[in-house]
């Protein structure tokens, strides 16, 4: 059963608009969850975290907010550009699991049209 | 700009062929991990090493093996490759993790096997 879940698999914006990506989990043992972003041809590339302890980090136009009670963080982008244009992924880590397993959700394909 | 290196980036390769998929950090990091990825599917880890001649699987059963011999290397095999075997082979390192802290993962470009 999935463990991390991002439940669009595509996602279309305008430039220039915010950008909202979803994730939702299950395991309330994940103490860390991290975003990556990943252009094809190339490997995931770290965008952004935030530690179970917080509720919101932000890191210029990228904002990841996070809501335990739901099991819920999202990712905005503000404003969103035709470069964020990717597959992002969230992933969590279980503290006591394997050393640095990261649980990857499927990944949302965001598209941004000029 | 990468300083985890993963060659081939493309490889097509026949059935009961053996193949070594090469992995390189330049970093100093003593974890390394590989990742296998099918298209639209999740990231699982396959194998994982905290330092040189450590080595152990992940939570996805894989027939490969990983071998580390030196910090900087962590190369993956297959010993008879098979149609099944295709995949997307992703190479990370990192620091590593303490509790609510996390150095995230640098991963390589990645190796597309297919194998036919």
């Known amino acids: 059963d999935q463990q991390v879940k991002q439940n669009s698999p595509s996602l279309s914006v305008q430039e220039g608009r915010i950008s909202i990506l979803n994730c939702d989990y299950t395991n309330s043992m994940f103490d860390y969850f991290l975003w990556y972003k990943k252009y094809p041809a190339e490997g995931p590339t770290f965008l952004i975290s935030?530690?179970?302890?917080?509720d919101k980090n932000e890191d210029g136009r990228f904002t990841v907010f996070l809501n335990k009670s739901a099991k819920h963080l999202s990712l905005h982008i503000v404003p969103s550009q035709p470069g964020d244009s990717a597959v992002y992924f969230c992933?969590?880590?279980?503290?006591?699991?394997?050393?640095?397993?990261?649980?990857f959700g499927k990944g949302t394909k965001l598209s941004v049209k000029p | 700009e990468a300083d985890i290196y993963q060659t081939p980036r493309y490889l097509v390769i026949g059935t009961g062929k053996k193949i070594t998929l090469e992995c390189s950090q330049t970093?100093?990091?003593?974890?390394m991990y590989w990742y296998q990825q099918d298209p639209g599917m999740e990231l699982h880890l396959i194998h994982y090493?905290?330092?040189?001649?450590?080595?152990e699987k992940g939570d996805l059963s894989s027939e490969s093996t990983v071998s580390r011999i030196r910090t900087e290397h962590f190369p993956l095999t297959l010993e008879s490759a098979r149609p099944s075997h295709t995949s997307q082979y992703l190479c990370?390192?990192?620091?590593?993790?303490?509790?609510?802290?996390?150095?995230?993962?640098?991963f390589g470009n990645g190796t597309r096997l297919t194998v036919t």
């Open positions: 935030i530690s179970s302890i917080k």
């Open positions: 090493s905290y330092g040189v001649n450590s080595t």
């Open positions: 992933a969590a880590k279980n503290y006591g699991g394997s050393q640095g397993n990261l649980i």
């Open positions: 990370a390192s990192s620091v590593g993790e303490g509790f609510r802290t996390y150095s995230p993962l640098h």
């Open positions: 970093m100093g990091h003593d974890k």
